[in-house]
Each structure stands twice: as C-alpha cells, then as structure tokens.
C-alpha cells in the first residue's frame, strides 16, 4: 500500500531558484491538497485540488503554483524561492469529507 | 475564521497512565473531526474520524468524543505504552475540501 507518495523527502535550495515537489496518490481520490508546516504554526493549506482539472488556492498560495496533472499526481512548484519558504511540505488527498491520507513530507531548506 | 486549539502544548507521563489529549474549535458548524498521530520527521498518520452527527468513536486503546455545541473533541489513549510518544493533531472539516489544524500537543511516555 503506496498510499500518498511525495518526491524528493529533503531538497536544499538557493534563494530565487526553483523547484518542483511532485505527489501521487493510488487510493483514487478525487481530492488533494498541499499543505507547509511550521513549528508554532501547525498546517496551513497552500492549495487545493477538487478533482481533476481543477485547482484552488488555500490559506498562503503566495509564491507556490500548483498542477493537476491527472487524477493521481498534483505537483507544487516554487518558481524562486525565498527563505520564508523553508519548511515541510506535505500533500495530503481524501474523497470528499472522509479521512485525509498524507504523504512522508518534504523538508525543504532555502537558504 | 475558524480557530483550533490544543492544549497542553506538551504532556509527559508514566507508562500505564491513561492520556487526555483536548482539541477545541470556534465555529460548531464543521463536517467532521479527525485526530492524527505524527512521529518526529515522518507524516500524518490518520487515527480516528468523527463525524458531526456522532458523539464518539473508538479504536483500540484510542477513543475520541465530540461535543459540536461547545467545540471541544477529546482523545483518551487509555494504559499509555512508550510506543505512543509522538505528536497528536486534531483536525476540523469545515467543507469538502478545507481542514483547519491544531498545533498540536506532543505526548512523551516515559518507561
């Protein structure tokens, strides 16, 4: 059982450089979402997608982009970073109002 | 908004003890509620869902109750093990596709 699976588990960048976290999901979830992790500050939802073909923003979507590439995979992408976007990133899915599953999470550092 | 508490921050007890853990909401008009467990570094393990219509549920040694009218879900992880050091999150379900966070209270069992 693969579950959520997210790529790469650690990435370090240098400011304004960017990168691109990839997520996949084999439970057949309609939804699926990004979330950043910050000690003090719990999960905050960066964006969301509802099913395929669509996307929605979150609670900080500034600086992240996002694609729903196909029902399974949903990618972040952070076209230059900055040093307010070191944390752990973590994609979750669920269908609808049931449990959410998430992935093993991203530690990103930009320094 | 929607605002969600935990508290203790952190809990520390003997083996054998029976943990509390609480978990409070603002805003009763929520779908759901869901609490997780996450060890250090690793992901979001879901535990239990309950939804608004349901007083309690259970799993275990692990039982969650729900009382929507004053906001407040409770977690008891009954005869506590070292094995259940990690931290635990409560989640509220506020539509199809938004959970808001606690931050958390970090849970040590000491052998």
């Known amino acids: 059982n693969a579950g959520v699976t997210q790529t790469p588990k650690f990435q370090v960048l240098k400011t304004g450089q960017s990168m691109t976290l990839q997520c996949a999901q084999d439970?057949?979830?309609?939804?699926m979402y990004w979330y950043r992790q910050d000690p003090g500050m719990g999960l905050r939802l960066i964006y969301y997608s509802a099913s395929e073909g669509t996307t929605d923003k979150g609670e900080v979507p500034n600086g992240y982009n996002v694609s729903r590439l196909n029902k399974r995979e949903f990618s972040l992408r952070l076209e230059s970073a900055a040093p307010s976007q070191t944390s752990v990133y973590f994609c979750?899915?669920?269908?609808?109002?049931?449990?959410?599953?998430f992935g093993q999470g991203t530690r990103l550092t930009v320094v | 908004k929607q605002e969600v508490t935990q508290i203790p921050a952190a809990l520390s007890v003997p083996e054998g003890e029976n943990l509390v853990l609480n978990c409070s909401f603002t805003?009763?008009?929520?779908?759901?509620l869901q609490w997780f467990r996450q060890d250090p570094g690793k992901g979001l393990t879901s535990l239990l869902l309950i939804q608004s219509s349901q007083r309690e549920q259970t799993s275990g040694r692990l039982n969650a109750s729900l009382d929507k009218s004053s906001g407040r879900s409770t977690l008891y992880i009954a005869a506590s093990q070292p094995g259940d050091s990690a931290t635990y999150l409560c989640?509220?379900?506020?539509?199809?596709?938004?959970?808001?966070f606690g931050a958390g209270t970090t849970v040590t069992v000491r052998a």
């Open positions: 439970m057949n979830h309609n939804s």
């Open positions: 805003d009763s008009a929520i779908y759901n």
């Open positions: 989640a509220v379900r506020l539509n199809d596709y938004k959970l808001s």
């Open positions: 979750a899915s669920s269908e609808a109002r049931t449990r959410a599953f």
